[in-house]
């Protein structure tokens, strides 16, 4: 399959890198001149464990390609990830202006069927600006040219973000489109498989956009984080009944096993 990834930073390098390493043809795109020269030496601009590696590995191979040249990514890959940077503005809020570029510039120059992946950190709803910006790009160039906006984050912990990747606990995936369901499930599917199989997979594809507007992802920490927003006030009003309360191992089994799980209301 082929991939592009839009920004070649820590999110970016990682996941085009590891897409790769199992057989993917890979075009990194990043503004960054410099950055691109870096990369195209053999050398990465940020340090993680086992990453200069698989550049190396997958450089030599022909499968990992970085460019500046945005026409070019965006004719490569169907597959468009954008991993740009979304950097708190001054209310705390993510500022989305580098991620809606990059949007705008793919709908600037396709030509035929993109899947549009978003994998930077963004708030709920940003989907549908996404979802906006192409299809505004494309009003303006008159062209109809189909397309899906797929969200899916990433869970990468600095100093273990090859393994994490590579052998993923969780896969989100929120999609509306069948399409772009397949070729994410066939984008991931040799993860699935080499991943630690005592740890628990979550997936959450193919819910309808309906329901899968206002719904965010919980990732391991977070899911513990609002599971015990619950837990807590519960486990409080047992204790004064003299009701006998769970074990907080139990609490957190619950959350990663169970919470994360999130099912379209019917």
């Given at each position: 399959m082929k991939i592009t990834i839009v920004g070649a930073g820590y999110v970016g390098l990682v996941s085009g890198a590891c897409f790769a390493e199992v057989g993917n043809e890979v075009l990194c795109l990043d503004l960054d001149a410099a950055k691109i020269?870096?990369?195209e030496a053999g050398e990465i601009p940020i340090y993680e464990p086992g990453l200069l590696e698989v550049v190396r590995r997958n450089r030599a191979a022909g499968r990992l390609h970085f460019?500046?040249?945005?026409?070019?990514?965006?004719?490569?890959?169907?597959?468009?990830?954008?991993?740009?940077?979304?950097?708190?503005g001054e209310d705390g809020s993510a500022d989305l202006q580098h991620v809606l570029a990059a949007a705008r510039s793919i709908g600037r120059h396709m030509t035929e069927y993109r899947v549009i992946v978003d994998k930077s950190t963004v708030p709920v709803g940003t989907a549908d600006k996404v979802r906006s910006a192409l299809?505004?790009?494309?009003?303006?160039?008159?062209a109809?040219?189909?397309f899906a906006v797929v969200s899916n984050p990433e869970f990468l912990k600095e100093g273990a973000a090859v393994e994490d990747f590579t052998r993923p606990d969780r896969i989100v995936?929120?999609?509306?489109?069948?399409?772009?369901i397949q070729i994410m499930r066939a984008l991931y599917a040799p993860f699935q498989r080499s991943r630690d199989r005592r740890k628990p997979l979550v997936q959450g594809i193919a819910i309808p956009r309906k329901q899968l507007r206002r719904i965010i992802f919980l990732g391991g920490?977070?899911?513990v984080s609002i599971q015990l927003e619950f837990v807590y006030p519960l486990l409080a009003f047992r204790r004064r009944r003299h009701q006998p309360a769970f074990h907080r191992r139990d609490e957190l089994r619950y959350s990663r096993r169970q919470l994360i799980q999130v099912e379209p209301p019917h």
């Open positions: 020269r870096t990369l460019t500046t040249d945005v026409e070019r990514a965006v004719r490569f890959g169907t597959v468009q990830c954008i991993a740009v940077g979304t950097p708190p299809a505004e790009e494309l009003k303006k160039r008159g109809d040219t189909p995936v929120g999609a509306d489109d069948e399409r772009a920490d977070d899911a």
